[in-house]
């Protein structure tokens, strides 16, 4: 005769029969609600969407899962208490084996092994092995190597004209038949900017333990030439370690501002200091969260930096975008009170007045030759007031401006003063939410533009700002335009060249070339392919 006892059971029948199952359900039900939620509320940020996916959704439901496991299951107190010392187990064992490294660009944790030594170990290493190369000599190797850029030259921040915009060079792309060369690659100190070149001379920002360097390197080689240290640091979270910016040369001279602020002239082929100053101290300002990004410009005779105006007692010194003399350093005038950003000063022509772009946390602002604004602001903003991208000058009246964290992009028209400044006019031809340029600046092709939206690369059309295609996830990288073809350097480190076409286009070409995420700005110059990121910096050979 059949029996109910459960006593009589087997214990894997028995324990089946006693778990309580429904709580696990409703675990899952709450995080999907919520990523349904987040996915509605958020939209096109994708930033805030997966910082509440991977900080709250998904950790909040493991958290209901394990309170589950330990109160509502009905499993045996034995069970629950090895399987909770099993978990965490688990979770000390890939404590002890990974470390964390950095946030990517869609600020997701990255983690390494432990086993592994860290980027610092092995740019430190690197140094060590090479601080006895004699810099002398490499001087008199680049002695007669003129300072005086010309075509091909990369003197400043995306090039010549400072738009990404490649001048007069072409590549191949057979990269299957004939791979790039490369010419060096080694380990460099921890950064975000891009190199500076004239000649053989390259230059760029680095981080060394406590100082903040800029680094001369040799292009033939990667042997270092010279270095010059500030004894600083800058570091955040979520940004990571070092300076953002890259250096400008003109007239001989080397322009630099460091994460904190710091902007110096240096002597360009030997590194000695002209003259420096602190930024942030004469704009009376604490930093930004994620440093001073901006590159200086030379504007003429003088220097443009954007530090912002950041809390409530700088604005009233009027000192958010600075201007020194190039010979010496000397403030030449000091304007504005808006809060800073992260996008560098632009330089443009805007009805054949010469002006200098702001893009800072409310928008962008057009400043003359003496500070003073020729036309009125336009407000462009999102919640952190975190507008990065590089605007984009279509002709002498129109700009393309775009940013992340859900704004998107407009194309804005400006309008001259005749009179006064309410005689101004700024219209807006469009907007876009499927252009977002979080820090990755886009190009300009024709009729059509070019950019990563949240790290997809998307082709707009200017006229009607509606979106021709969306493909290939290159993540948070950059990008340059060479004659018809998009040369872009992927979040992860890789080269790719796809045709800049209203047609969806396929990739030509795809090189793996540095490890370790990639923000940083590519460079082309003689048919030299410069990257680097916070870990590696490599030359290619494309001629």
Known sequence: MATDDASTLPVENRLSRCIRWWPTIAAFGVGAALQTAATIFFGENRAYLDWACVFVIWPLTVFLLLLWWTFWSRLPWRIRGLG????????????????????????????????????????????????????????DDLANDSLDPTVGDWPAFRGPNRDDVVIGESLRTDWNERPPKQLWKHPIGSGWGAFAVIGRRIWTMEQRGENELCVCYDLETGREVWSRADAVRFSSPQGGVGPCSTPTVHDGKVFTQGATGILNC????????????????????????????????????????????????????????????????????????????????????????????????????????????????????NNPQVNAAQPMIIDDSHFLIGSGYGQ????????????DESSSRISERWQSKQFKLKFNSGVRRGDYVYGLDEGLLTCLSLKSGKRVWKQGRYGYGQMLLVEDKLLILTEEGDVVLVPATPEPPRELARLHVIDGKTWNHPVFSRGRLLVRNSEEAACLDLR
């Open 408 to 419: 998107g992009s407009v194309l804005i028209d400006f309008q001259p003063r005749e009179g």
């Open 84 to 139: 909770l010392m099993v978990i965490a187990g688990i979770g000390a064992s890939i404590l002890a084996a990974f470390r964390f490294d950095e946030f990517n660009g869609a600020m997701i944790p990255r983690f390494s092994p432990r086993w592994l030594p860290s980027k610092q170990d092995r740019a430190a290493e690197f140094f060590k092995s090479t601080a006895a190369t004699s810099a002398a000599v490499q001087l």
């Open 266 to 381: 240096l002597d360009a082929a030997t590194g000695q200091r002209v003259w420096t100053r602190n930024t942030l101290e004469d704009a009376g300002s604490p930093n930004l969260s994620w440093g001073q990004c901006g590159s200086p410009l030379i504007f003429e005779d003088l220097v443009i930096v954007n530090p912002g105006s950041n809390d409530a007692a700088s604005k009233d010194k009027n000192s958010a975008v600075i201007a020194y003399r190039i010979d010496n350093g000397e403030k030449a005038w000091a304007a504005g009170n808006r809060v800073g950003s992260y996008a560098s000063p632009h330089p443009a022509t805007m009805r054949g007045v010469q002006v200098v772009l702001i893009f800072d946390g409310l928008g962008l602002t057009a400043l003359s030759r003496i500070g003073d604004s020729q036309f009125p602001s336009f407000e462009w903003t």
